[in-house]
């Protein structure tokens, strides 16, 4: 009795300590928003002494807010979506042929291996690639998106599949059902919480990535959110409220996503059955 009531207090303790490092940043970074500099700089933790919206205002006045924020949500937008469909494609026939096929083995110890591949070991290889072939711009981002995406994309759904028993596919082929009929109304919407999981993973790497679009994207117009935030940063001093300001703007739309996309993962597993 006494042990349970110590792991109680221990998880207790945990949890707390969890919640103040999720709670503390989020808490300073809305009162910074809404704060002048020489409220600021008074008092960091301090309460503003009222909603002062200049700092959004001045952000959503300058042109190059919309197009940054336009780029991030078309290269996210389109990095999702090729993860949706192609993930699951390249995951499926893996997952059921392994066993049996050497080269389907290889395949997945492969997209294993990449995972444990650094991005700056392969970054100025990449890089210099992509200059060299002309497109070191969005579409170089979105290939190398989707490249980063892939391998722990494909070992993820890999190993959901592994859980998945063959009865709905093989009561499919029975009724006369083809493959591609068998992936598309059966084991997708099967796979509809693990490939729902994965886009928020990389939904978040995609929005909040600052890496990539610094060395890819060169002009203003093809800059994402998270450089155009870059710009209050000057050589002297940085303008924090509008960095805050700027930041709160950017989460807001991460928060929708996770918020639309989190109920799809519940109750997903078996829909491909009653699809099917």
Known sequence: MRNQRRMRAFSFV???????????????????AFKTNAELYSGFFRLPQGLYLENFSFIVSKPTFWVSLF???????????????????ASYPIARRMGGSRVYRFLYFFMVAGIFVPFVVRMMPVIKLLNSLGIADQRGLLLLYLGGATCEGVFLITGYLASVPNDL??????????????????????????????????????????????????TPEQRTLVLFQYNFKGEYATQYPLV??????????????????????IGGMMAGAVKG
């Open 14 to 32: 945990v949890l707390l300590v969890g919640l103040g490092l999720i709670a503390v940043p989020f808490y300073l970074t809305i009162v910074s």
């Open 71 to 89: 780029n991030s949500v078309k290269v996210t937008f389109v990095g999702l979506l090729g993860c949706a469909v192609l993930l699951p494609m």
């Open 169 to 218: 596919e093989e009561a499919a082929y029975i009724d006369g059902a083809s493959t591609l009929q068998v992936f598309t109304r059966i084991m997708y919407p099967v796979m509809q919480p693990i490939i729902v999981t994965v886009l928020i993973k990389n939904g978040l790497w995609f929005w909040n990535d600052f890496l990539l679009p610094s060395l890819l994207l060169k």
């Open 244 to 265: 805050f300001a700027c930041l709160l703007v950017a989460v807001l739309p991460m928060m929708v996503f996770y918020l639309f996309m989190q109920k799809h993962i």
